[in-house]
T-cell receptor, first 115, second 115 residues
Framework: DAMVIQNPRYQVTQFGKPVTLSCSQT?????MYWYQQKSSQAPKLLFH???????NEADTPDNFQSRRPNTSFCFLDIRSPGLGDAAMYLC??????????????FGSGTRLTVV | AQSVTQLGSHVSVSEGALVLLRCNYS??????LFWYVQYPNQGLQLLLK??????LVKGINGFEAEFKKSETSFHLTKPSAHMSDAAEYFC?????????????FGTGTRLQVTL
């Protein structure tokens, strides 16, 4: 089945130690998004790629970076995780972007714990 | 800027009772509207969406929603709740058109289903 896969499902990292979360998709969608969701809150968009074009949200901290080496994969890098970065990180894809009326397909998320 | 408001962070219904989850949006032009469901430690799953055409939209798991432009609302309903419906529900909105469009989520409504 075509899907969006996030690895790992659970990640524990040390305060200040760089961490990378990965997302892969078999849907061949143009757009890939990274959302941060803290407990009992709405998902908050960090950035997205339309093909290779990177779009950063204005309030995304510099500590968060992303790479998309090809259509299928997208990575979220947290350079120096702080306790406040503990959250669920959700990857989503969309065929042509929601502006064309397509919804997102989400992965199962990676829950990040910072110790 | 678009926004979406979900009235009631927690809703509790009895099994077999009507489910009504409220969503109002703010937008200068009618946006695209979506409802997503999230089970614990999972990603979000699309329930239904409104883009154009019939204002009553049917989704998965027996849910439906009606777009009411005059009320700027997109409430989610299900005639008879099932225990498996217990989850977090998010209403979301996006602009029409443009590759930079993104989903903006409401703060979510946690649905509890009791025996």
């Amino acid at each position: 089945d075509a899907m969006v896969i996030q690895n790992p499902r659970y990640q524990v990292t040390q305060f200040g130690k760089p961490v990378t979360l990965s997302c892969s998709q078999t849907l061949n969608h143009n757009v890939m998004y990274w959302y941060q969701q803290k407990s009992s809150q709405a998902p908050k968009l960090l950035f997205h790629y339309y093909d290779k074009d990177f779009n950063n949200e204005a309030d995304t901290p510099d500590n968060f970076q992303s790479r998309r080496p090809n259509t299928s994969f997208c990575f979220l890098d947290i350079r120096s995780p702080g306790l406040g970065d503990a959250a669920m990180y959700l990857c989503a894809t969309s065929r042509e972007g929601v502006g064309a009326g397509y919804g997102y397909t989400f992965g199962s998320g990676t829950r990040l714990t910072v110790v | 800027a678009q926004s979406v408001t979900q009235l009631g962070s927690h809703v509790s219904v009895s099994e077999g009772a009507l489910v009504l989850l409220r969503c109002n949006y703010s937008s200068s032009v009618p946006p695209y509207l979506f409802w997503y469901v999230q089970y614990p430690n999972q990603g979000l799953q699309l329930l239904l969406k409104y883009t154009t055409g019939a204002t009553l939209v049917k989704g998965i798991n027996g849910f439906e929603a009606e777009f009411k432009k005059s009320e700027t609302s997109f409430h989610l309903t299900k005639p008879s709740a099932h225990m498996s419906d217990a989850a977090e529900y998010f209403c979301a909105v996006s602009e029409r058109g443009g590759t930079a469009s993104k989903l903006t989520f409401g703060t979510g409504t946690r649905l509890q289903v009791t025996l």
